[in-house]
């Protein structure tokens, strides 16, 4: 099932295949929020780009997002002001306010067709109120000290009590209808976006962009494909997860306006309306890519069905978050080539850091001062506010090395693989990912993953294999899904 963005969804003209050597001033590598956004100034300022999408338009985590937009984090303004202090906290709630704003600027000068809309966005508990959370406290206060108005609210048209602070004057649109939007806008400014067409190769030093038939030559190279493909010091230390969303329509009752987060565990709900037909949708159920346990979607239709009268669920899709180590995304020039930008470590927070990272990258490359530049630098070196997640991120990886290397089932045939089924086996001392497919078909794919070379999981929700290391994703015929991964997963020798 699609993520509900796609209701509606609007038909981009298509670019003809990248089919020969091309020359451009900046390559920008990936179609999503990020992309789209660095893209628009730089061709207004008159340079050459062009757009490789591996997918299509908005197909990466944009289009799976849940479209909400707001100056904190999701992860709280409290634990971002204890780890980096007030000023560095305000800087975000600063950086990401004008991001927003910039967001809003675009849809009304483009008349971009998203069903943006400002909106309160609401921290809330629920429960026992004998033992409300002290937390909120320290939340309102640091939100208030990075200069946002709170108060204390109830959550409106929630049928639950629920009680905690709302942020006024947030907004909410449809993620995947804005970049759709700024496709048109860019197309119509003649950049050619080459959709279907996966970067499998990039040499900075040569300036050389590389796709399965062709390649381009460019003067500068945008990663803007959530997390830099290849081997990047910084993927050591990013906590890679997914998270799952489902959508529903009432049997009765409201359908709550705003950004809804609530807290014990972490849910977010939001409302959506597609011509006259209202939906309600929660995201949560967070893990590790790669440790995939349990039925997430199950559970969030529980979640759901507990708190509201559902009449059917609609819709079903999962994503990917990048955390960087440090609390605060890398965007810009990348370490090692002044030719080469990127912008990863967004967390749940990458629509709004999307569109910042595409105004300092291009202020990079046009060489503009930028004021958030050097606050959110790639470069920069963090170890006092790193080092723990380096440490436990590092440790994942030694485990599933040893673990997947010398733990995995020897098999002589593939004949205990019933229809449906998947698993990671050693067959004639050769790691195996197998997969019979419903009809019964058999695909045999090397279970290493090229990225670094550790094991791919299956994540039966999704029949994907996951890198339980660095969260390159693949489908059942081995193709790159998503992650740092450039090549597929290999075809197997094993299956005589
Ligand atoms: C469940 C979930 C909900 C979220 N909700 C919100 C939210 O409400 N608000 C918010 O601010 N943030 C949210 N986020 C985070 C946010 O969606 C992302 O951080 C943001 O969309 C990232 O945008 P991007 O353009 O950098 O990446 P993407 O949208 O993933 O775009 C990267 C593009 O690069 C392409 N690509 C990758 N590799 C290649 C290649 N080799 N060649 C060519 N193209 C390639 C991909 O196909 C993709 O289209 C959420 C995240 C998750 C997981």
């Not at 757009?51 to 289009?63: F, I, Q, Y």
């Not at 590389?210 to 500068?220: E, L, M, N």
Request: hydrophobic letters at 35%; one cysteine or more.
């Amino acid at each position: 099932m699609e993520a509900i963005w796609r209701l509606g969804s609007l038909g981009l003209p298509v670019c003809a295949p990248l089919e020969e050597q091309a020359e451009a001033d900046v390559v920008v590598i990936g179609a999503g929020i990020t992309g789209l956004t660095t893209a628009l100034p730089l061709v207004e300022a008159g340079q050459r780009v062009v757009v490789l999408e591996a997918k299509g338009v908005g197909g990466g985590v944009t289009g799976g997002s849940t479209g909400n937009l707001y100056s904190t984090l999701a992860s709280g303004q409290a634990a971002l002001r204890r780890k980096w202090g007030d000023e560095v906290a305000a800087d975000v709630v600063c950086a990401r306010s004008e991001a927003i704003d910039d967001i809003e600027a675009l849809i009304k000068r483009f008349s971009i067709e998203c069903q943006f809309r400002r909106q309160s966005a609401y921290r809330l508990l629920t429960g026992d109120r004998q033992h409300s959370d002290h937390s909120l406290n320290d939340e309102r206060d640091a939100l208030l000290r990075a200069g946002l108005d709170v108060a204390s609210a109830e959550g409106p048209g929630l049928p639950f009590d629920s009680w905690g602070i709302r942020i006024p004057d947030q907004a909410q649109f449809n993620p995947l209808h804005y970049v759709q939007g700024l496709a048109s806008v860019l197309i119509g400014m003649g950049v050619a976006i080459h959709e279907h067409c996966p970067v499998r190769r990039v040499d900075a030093k040569e300036g050389l962009v590389q796709t399965d038939t062709a390649s381009v030559t460019a003067r500068h190279i945008v990663y803007a494909t959530h997390t830099p493909k290849g081997i990047s010091l910084l993927q050591a230390g990013m906590l890679v997860s997914r998270e799952y969303a489902v959508a529903a329509r009432l049997r009765r009752g409201e359908y709550p306006e705003g950004i809804f987060w609530l807290l014990d565990p972490f849910h977010s709900l939001r409302s959506y309306r597609h011509g006259d037909t209202p939906y309600l949708m929660v995201v949560g159920e967070k893990h590790k890519t790669g440790e995939h346990e349990g039925e997430h979607y199950q559970l969030l239709r529980e979640y759901l069905s507990s708190r509201f009268e559902i009449e059917t669920f609609s819709h079903q899709w999962s994503a990917q978050q990048y955390s960087s180590p440090d609390g605060l995304p890398y965007i810009g020039r990348m370490h090692g080539h002044d030719n080469l930008y990127m912008a990863t470590g967004f967390a749940a927070d990458g629509l709004v850091w999307g569109a910042l990272a595409g105004r300092i990258i291009a202020d990079q490359i046009l060489d503009h001062d930028n004021p958030w530049q050097a606050r959110f630098a790639s470069r920069r070196v963090t170890p006092g506010k790193s080092a723990l997640q380096y440490a436990k991120e590092n440790a994942t990886v030694t485990k599933h090395l040893a673990r997947d290397y010398l733990g995995t089932e020897r098999i002589d045939s593939f004949d205990g693989i019933a229809p449906g089924q998947a698993r990671v086996a050693t067959k004639s001392g050769e790691k195996l990912a197998i997969h019979r497919t419903e009809a019964g078909e058999l695909k045999v794919l090397s279970a290493v993953c090229p990225h670094l070379k550790c094991i791919v999981h299956w994540n039966p929700e999704e029949s994907t294999w996951d890198c339980p290391c660095h969260g390159s994703r693949f489908d059942t015929d081995g193709e790159v899904i998503e992650g740092p991964a450039y090549r597929p997963l290999s075809r197997s020798e094993g299956l005589g």
